[in-house]
């Protein structure tokens, strides 16, 4: 087996809903982020047969391309990162067959992740779905972690749409973002580049339930990065 990354997928729109979910009063040091993600395809990523997908499991595999599970063996170094963020039976399977390759890989090693890739493709995933030949919409659940930046204060970034999806022109992405209760937002922005503090696009802000949240819609893939206080 091996994972190959996919690159360049397009996509019309994108739609995605972030939800924050507290692990304390503040002095805990991560809260949890679950990002669902629906897309619609202009192409189909396989027309021949299944492909399983696997996720970014961290905020910082985010800046990487999304995987692909195929049968061939592993060749050269893999490399995979981790939030510490809790997951379904399934998905920490997953993950922890994942870790095990960082030193190298035995045929026996290989056969145990592709198991749990396969059951985890199977169920409701957070981590890994299975895109069927002719399936031109797909919904994505993941989980990153907010990690604690300063005192009370957490902060995380989701790049929207995942570096494996392009917009194409007339495409659009919509993200919704809700936080815990007795938060406070202190900084929240969309950046058309992430590298220029000055492309940040505008955001609507709304209470819903009690729970701070903002919103963007734009044309293009920017990075939306949020930050809050306990």
Do not use: C
Request: glycine fraction near 6%; proline fraction near 6%.
């Amino acid at each position: 087996m091996s994972f190959e990354p996919l690159n360049n997928i397009p996509v019309r729109n994108i739609d995605t809903m972030i939800d924050v979910v507290s692990r304390g009063d503040g002095s805990h040091a991560q809260d949890d982020v679950f990002v669902t993600v629906g897309l619609d395809l202009l192409g189909e990523i396989d027309a021949s047969e299944p492909a399983t997908l696997i996720l970014p499991l961290a905020s910082e595999a985010q800046q990487q391309p999304v995987l692909r599970y195929t049968e061939d063996p592993i060749r050269g170094a893999q490399v995979f990162t981790f939030d510490d963020v809790e997951r379904s039976v399934y998905d920490q399977q997953v993950v922890d067959r994942l870790e095990k390759l960082g030193d190298g890989a035995s045929k026996k090693e290989q056969r145990a992740v592709a198991t749990a890739v396969g059951r985890a493709a199977k169920s409701l995933s957070a981590t890994v779905v299975e895109v069927k030949p002719g399936q031109k919409k797909l919904r994505l659940f993941y989980s990153i972690a907010a990690d604690k930046v300063a005192d009370r204060e957490f902060e995380f970034s989701v790049i929207g749409p995942l570096p494996s999806f392009v917009i194409q022109t007339g495409g659009s992405i919509g993200v919704i973002a809700v936080l815990p209760r007795s938060t406070q937002v202190v900084s929240a922005e969309a950046l058309t580049d992430p590298n220029n503090p000055g492309s940040a696009l505008q955001r609507t802000d709304a209470t819903l339930a009690n729970r701070p949240a903002m919103s963007w819609f734009w044309q293009n893939d920017p990075l939306f990065r949020v930050r809050y206080r306990y």
